[in-house]
């Protein structure tokens, strides 16, 4: 869900909504847990288990207007952006303490170049990611930082530092809920360490 946009995903919900029964349980990914808006879902206890149970009939609050579904955009690569050859060594690639280093010195727009030219080579890399919403967050970019923390945490559900940003992006935007069941999984988080030292 994380990747749809927000009409491919209200759509998405909907459908899900319809298929599943009462007490009916909808397992989500560790990042796609901040797209649940129903407030009929209740998140279920249980570690490690992104889980949610339907308690009564949904009823969804569906627009006035009706939404075309538009057809997909066609994302034009920014010119400012270098490209780097797939073929490098793993010596010659960016590093992330670099781009950390320029993030430090305030050069955010470099910091952001060097991480997306990082995730171009190897797209996996949850730490970059959690950078790039720092920088994006540094540029006053939410969107883009709530993306890119997004991201972080697919990667690696255990990003304490991707889930407490993104926490509070939603909570700026007036998404409690989403901002609550965010701060849950942060104590979860927490709890599970103290226990286990």
């Known amino acids: 869900m994380i990747y749809l946009d927000r009409t491919a995903r209200n759509f998405l919900m909907r459908s899900l909504d319809t298929a599943l029964l009462d007490n009916g349980i909808l397992f989500l990914g560790a990042a796609e847990t901040s797209q649940l808006q129903d407030q009929s879902y209740r998140p279920i206890d249980h570690s490690f288990t992104f889980a949610f149970r339907k308690e009564s009939p949904a009823i969804l609050v569906q627009s006035i207007e009706k939404v075309a579904i ?4 066609i994302i034009q690569p920014s010119p400012q952006l270098s490209v780097i050859p797939v073929a490098h060594t793993p010596s ?9 280093q320029l993030a430090d010195r305030g050069q955010l727009h470099d910091a952001a170049q060097l991480c997306e ?5 190897d797209p996996t890399q949850a730490d970059v990611y959690l950078l790039l919403g720092e920088v994006y967050q540094g540029l006053n970019q ?4 709530q993306q890119n923390f997004q991201k972080a ?3 690696n559900p255990e990003a304490y530092e991707a889930l407490v940003h993104l926490a509070l992006l939603k909570e700026q935007e007036g998404d409690r809920s989403a901002a609550q069941r965010l701060k849950q999984r942060v104590q979860r988080i927490i709890n599970d360490q103290n226990r286990s030292n």
């Open 117 to 121: 030219s990082i995730l171009r080579a």
């Open 70 to 73: 538009a057809p997909p955009k």
């Open 153 to 155: 945490i697919y990667l």
């Open 92 to 100: 010659e690639l960016p590093s992330l303490k670099t781009a950390k």
């Open 142 to 145: 939410p969107k883009q930082a």
